[in-house]
């Protein structure tokens, strides 16, 4: 770990300020919050109960429990990986995961998580299928995209290279037993980026450096989330 890269580790809530603030320059909208919770009530009140919200998977999203949270209080929910409840996950098949993918990218609002954030204001994420990413980038006019401190980097080469040897194999861990896959993806058993080609998680790269209409808000949270 570089001299850089253990200063943002070690200074989580300074660096989400500094964070903020480039975005903020970059025509994004955030906030940061030192605990889950927090941030669960910030989202609750700044989603209205009337309209349709669609998901990208994200596990911070889960561990704050902000679907179950909107499930309760009887929001209109649009994911491939849950049914009736939120806290139930299925695994969707391909017919399933396009349909209800893109119903979610055309919803009233749409959450995500990130992948990684640089300290300079820049949105890094990774997509196997591309659902997730088009949702943050067009359709929905509003988007809340989540993330812990410990998603902050100092530039973007920092950010593919900690999302390829870091959350990439991660994640595909997490997909094969969160969903009971019987053959999982290659980066899963090793916790190793192994360069599969062709790759079968890291096909689609979006930065969001600046946007036009400010329609995305960026939760930061001081905790470690997601992967």
């Not at 900690?162 to 969160?178: E, S, Y």
């Amino acid at each position: 770990m570089s001299p850089e890269q253990a200063w943002v580790k070690e200074n989580a809530e300074e660096s989400a300020l500094k964070c903020l603030k480039a975005l903020k320059k970059h025509n994004f909208r955030g906030h940061y919050f030192s605990s889950g919770d927090k941030a669960l009530n910030h989202i609750l009140w700044s989603i209205p109960p009337w309209v349709s919200v669609g998901f990208g998977d994200s596990e911070t999203v889960e561990q704050i429990g902000l679907p179950g949270a909107l499930h309760d209080r009887g929001q209109k929910l649009i994911s491939s990986f849950w049914e009736d409840d939120p806290r139930t996950h299925v695994l969707p098949t391909p017919g399933k995961a396009f349909r209800v993918g893109k119903e979610a990218i055309q919803a009233d609002y749409f959450i995500s998580g990130i992948n990684a954030i640089t300290l300079d204001g820049k949105i890094v994420n990774i997509d196997a299928g591309g659902n997730r990413v088009a949702g943050t980038i067009y359709g929905p006019g509003k988007v809340i995209m989540v993330a812990g401190t410990n998603k902050i980097v100092n530039n973007v080469e920092e950010a593919i290279e900690r999302i390829k040897k870091v959350a990439a194999p991660l994640n595909a861990h997490r997909f094969q037993t969160k969903h009971g896959m019987e053959h999982g993806l290659p980066c899963g058993p090793t916790g190793e980026c192994v360069g599969c080609d062709p790759c079968m998680i890291c096909n689609i790269t979006v930065i969001l450096e600046h946007q036009i209409f400010p329609r995305i808000e960026v939760i930061l949270i001081g905790e470690k989330l997601g992967l």
